[in-house]
Structure formats: structure tokens, C-alpha cells
């Protein structure tokens, strides 16, 4: 037995030091999965499958995207579903264009700014006072209806019949009950549907959703407008009030999905699309249109000296988040396009010092101006030779309860989406009845009247969902995204890096590790910064005294590959396209229960 056991430990060990060092060349813990037909990468086997099973009936990529949605709703509650939101970027074969869906609801019309100074004296991250209008089953019924080729009780039968039979929880699955336990026990409805004998649901435990399987049939019946305007929102309503909280039916019969343009850069030879605002995409662009100065390739994947780099042009794309993005009904001149130009990037780039780490949080830019710094602020940077401790945070908790997939159709189309109720199980209250937790992404708003972001009824906040695409010779070439809360720009940035620059294939890409800095104002009420660079520790032990010295503080989180997250944070799903042979490419990451399935 001992034989054995040290055996086990030399294939772990070896296969630890394999994967830090990743590459181009590297094996991986999961195959690339290839075919011609149809991809579908998603957080879990059944997601993947009842996308699959409509491609092969005949649908596309936007019918398998309804499928999808819907049976995430099903098996990762604690992620996303009817009661979050969602962003969907679509490449529409037809049109030769990409389509982007805004499937984001705003607060309600009771909740303003001087309610929540008044009452709570906050933003809750949980609870009635948390939830905005769900906008996921609008948006993606915006999409079906113009682009869709199946009717919804086709597309909804694989979820509402895992919603009434069951399905068997994963580890995963089980580890998101448990962490939650408490805040579900808060409500009654919550703890009807998971937490069964008032304990969560262990690995394997078969769960069933009678509610939820009766909700998603009416829609597949009757269409979201039930949603919306009929049955189902006068059950949201009454409950929500019944809670005391602010949510109405005419906030839900007020909704309307947006279509807007995706914001997009170029990135050597590539053009890079994203959601615009109220989404936070253009962090990632930003980014990316900083790095695009440097030669990344030359400096080594992982290499202390790319990491150093990757956080900084992170921390001047986040600093320029604050200020500038919200929803464009409410801040129209934002400066978006100054924000994503070559000028601009070239001046927040020159901030940049290869030798120390810029301190804290860094200064916001003055795109408009044409400044590097907005007056009124200053950049530091670390002292030489000062010993720099990091805060006790693990960005990996600070909100993965997000989902995402991405999808590719044997007819040209390709989507990319990512949805969320935001934190683990939203607001943590399941709608009685209706069998569905509510979102808590209220708790993205700000109170302060200055900030941009501040809450406002009908306002939508500023959002962490940035599914991505990347188009060359105007043609789809990759989708991908991942969740992550506040650590998703980053995510994204580097799983596209490692596919163009340093060559690897899709799955050594979503494997790869990943440093994330915490130096930035985040998402979640009252936005408080972090300050530290996290990553697994095996990364840590190659390049943190490096790092350290160059002032980061280094975060060090276990690495257990292949069951855990040995990427770190985030979760990516990405399908590379070949529009030479038709071939099509999806990897996934390790990390959750995400599955991969081609045809």
C-alpha cells in the first residue's frame, strides 16, 4: 500500500510542477474536445448536453443557448438563473455581425439613494433590499425571438424535466450548499427547496425542483412574457413584498431586454469585442490595449517579469472603472471611446515601471483631457527594499457564483454569455412558489452622491458579466468567458494571451494559472479596495520572491489539481474556430463542474 501511496504522491507532484510551468507544450488534465458540428462548453455535464441535444435536433447556437440558460437554472442555482441577469454576445451568421444582448434589469422604482441611507444605512448583500429587476429570461427571449429557430417547449423540456425528477448533486454543487446554509436557513422558502431536513445537500444527493420545473413550463407554454406580465410576476411581486422588500410587478412589467453595440478594440491583428456599459467589458479591453505596447511573448509566460506587468495595466483598467462606468442612460457621455484609444492607452501605459509596482490603488486617468492622471490624484509606488504583506483575502470566494458558456453551430453562429444571480445564491430568498432564487445585484450600487454608480430607481448597476469574442478577418475565431466576480477581466485577459501569444491550445489555456491583483475598488457595496496579488501557491513558489521584490504583495492559495482550481479563480470556457478546415476547439478549466461536449 505505501508502494502505492508514494506513487500517487510522485504523479501529483509531477503533474503539479508540469502544470506551473505551462505552455504551448504542456499536457493537459482534460482533452481539447474537436468537431465540426457543434461545441457546447458549459459549468456542468447537463448544461452541456441539453445544449448538444439541441444542436443535434436541428437548432442553432441561440436555441442551444436557451437550453442552456435554462437548465443552469436547474443545476447551479447558488450561480445563476431566472431570478439574475446575464450578457450574451452572438455572432449571427446571417448578418456577419456580432449582436449583443443587455439581459440586466435596474433597481426598483422604491429604491432610491435616500431609502437606503434611511432604512437599511446601507446596501445589503443579501436579502430583500439586494434584489434588481431579473433581466436573464428577457434577455435571452430577446435573442430567441429574433435569431432562434425552435420553439421554447422544445428547448425547455430537458430542464423541466430535471427540475421535477431531479438530478444527483456534484461536490461542487454540495460545497455551495453548505457554504450557504445559514444564509438560506434565513428564509423559509429557501430552506423548503435546499436544505432538505434542514441540512444541505451532501455529494449525491438527488434533488428535485417541483416548483421550479412548474415555473419554466409556464414560460415554455406561455413565453417570458409570463414572466414579466403574467402568472409568474405576480407571484415575484407578492413575495417580494411580502418580505418587505421593493420589488413590484410594474418594475417586472416595465422590463425590456436591450440590444446594443458590443465596444471593441484591436489587438495585433485581432479585433476583440465586449459588452458595453453598464457592463464592465471595457476593464479587459482597457487592459489589453495597455499590454498590446509591450512584448509580452519575449518576457515568458508566467515569467515574474509578465505577471508584474499584467497586474499593473489591471490596476490602471479597474482605477478608470469608478469613475467612468454605469448605465449609459444615466452617465450618456461617458467617455467610452476615449477610454479605448491607442492615445489614451500609450499615456496610462507610460505609468508603468518595470522595476516597482504602483501602491495601493491606482489613480484614475482623464481620457477626455487627454491626461494620464485625473488632477486631483497622484500614483505611488512601493518603496525598494520595504517588506510588502498582503491582506488576508481570497479573491477565489469574492464571487465565482456566476455562470458562462459558450456555444458554436454547424451553421456559423457562435455566442458567448455570462449570467449571474451575483453572489452565492443571490439574495438567498427562493421565490415561494416559483422555486427560483433572486439576484442580490443591488449590492453593486453605491450610495455616495458623487459616485457615478450611485442606486437609483430604474438604474442598472455597473456589472462584472463580460462574455467576450474575438473576431480575425471579421470572422468568429474565439469565444470565451468565464465567472469570477471582480477577478473576471483578469481571468479573461490572460486565457486570451495564452492563446495569442504564447500558442497554447484551448484547454492548456482555460488550465493555465493565473495571478490577480486586488488592488482596486470592487464591485460589492461599500467598494472597498483589497491590496495583494493572488495566486496558487505552486505559481508562488516559482516567481512570489520575485514579485515580492517588485513590491507585490503575494497572495499564496493551494493548488489541488485536477478537482479543485488549480487556475485559480474563474472558471473559463473557450472555442477557438479553424475557418480554414471548419474544425472547432473547446477547453474548459478544472475548475467547477465544467464540461465540454463536440460534435
Known sequence: MRSWSLLAMSITLLGEEVWA???????????????RKGMVAAEHPLQALAGMRV????????DAAVAVFYMTAVTEPSEAGLGGDGFILAYIKSLDRVVLINGSGGAPKLATADFYRKNPGSIPADGPFSTSVPGAVGGFDALHAKFGTKRYPELLSDAIET?????AVSAWGAGNFKRSQTMLAKWPSSARVFLPGGQPPAIGHWLEQKDLANTIERIAQKGADDFYRGDTARVIARYHESTGGLLRYEDLAGFQAEQAEPIRIGYRGYEILQSPPNSGGIVMLMALKILEGFDLKSLGHNSPQYLHLLAEASKLAFADRYPYITDPKFAPDAPVKELLSNEYAALRRALIRKDRAIAGVAPPGDPRGGKAILAGHEIRYTEPGRAVVA??????ADGEQTSSFSIADRFGNVVSVTHSVNGGFGSGMVVDGAGFVLNNRGSYFGLDASDINVIAPGKRTRQGAIPAMALRDGKPFLAWNTPGGDTIPQTMTQAFLNVVEFGMNVQQAAEAPCAMTSNFRVSMYPQAPGDGLA???????????????????????????????????????????DQGSGVMYGGASPGKDNYVLGW
Open 21 to 35: 510551468q505551462s505552455g504551448a507544450g504542456a499536457p493537459t488534465w482534460r482533452p481539447v474536445v474537436m468537431g
Open 55 to 62: 444542436l443535434q435536433a436541428g437548432g442553432n447556437a441561440i
Open 163 to 167: 427540475a421535477r425528477e431531479g438530478y
Open 391 to 396: 491582506q488576508q483575502r481570497d479573491l477565489r
Open 535 to 577: 495566486m496558487p501557491q505552486v505559481l508562488a513558489d516559482r516567481v512570489g520572491a520575485a514579485l515580492r521584490a517588485l513590491g507585490h504583495p503575494v497572495q499564496p492559495s493551494p493548488t489541488q489539481p485536477p478537482y479543485g482550481s488549480p487556475s485559480g479563480p474563474g472558471a473559463v470556457k473557450m472555442i477557438l474556430l
